[in-house]
Nanobody
Framework: QVQLVESGGGLVQAGGSLRLSCAASGLTLRNYGMGWFRQAPGKEREFVCVISRSGFVTYYTDSVKGRFTISRDNAKNTVYLQMNTLEPEDTAIYYC??????????????????WGQGTQVTVSS
């Protein structure tokens, strides 16, 4: 059975930083491309970023470029999202997701095979 578990969310002031983690069980993370999505209050879930199976290629949505960094440690079966210079608009539930194709072209929800339960990030102004 596959499970992805996010952690590291919390409440921070605007301009602050958080690092989210996504630990996988029931699958070998090195075989999957990993993405982060988020869902803000009253809005639909949106793509944030993705990292390839190898970890060599990443892609970010425009609103987080230069502020967020996705990385992975396949030996630890874990993917991370470092979030810097946080803005109130970043407030959302953040989800990690795995796709079997393993590339960075997967940016839609229906392209991902497994999802975590989400972790809340709240940025106060």
């Amino acid at each position: 059975q596959v499970q992805l578990v996010e952690s590291g969310g919390g409440l921070v002031q605007a301009g602050g930083s958080l690092r989210l983690s996504c630990a996988a069980s029931g699958l070998t993370l090195r075989n999957y491309g990993m993405g982060w999505f988020r869902q803000a209050p009253g809005k639909e879930r949106e793509f944030v970023c993705v990292i390839s199976r190898s970890g060599f290629v990443t892609y970010y949505t425009d609103s987080v470029k230069g502020r967020f960094t996705i990385s992975r440690d396949n030996a630890k079966n874990t993917v991370y999202l470092q979030m810097n210079t946080l803005e109130p608009e970043d407030t959302a539930i953040y989800y990690c997701a795995a796709n079997a194709r393993g590339l960075v072209s997967q940016r839609l929800e229906n392209e991902y095979d497994y999802w975590g339960q989400g972790t809340q990030v709240t940025v106060s102004s």
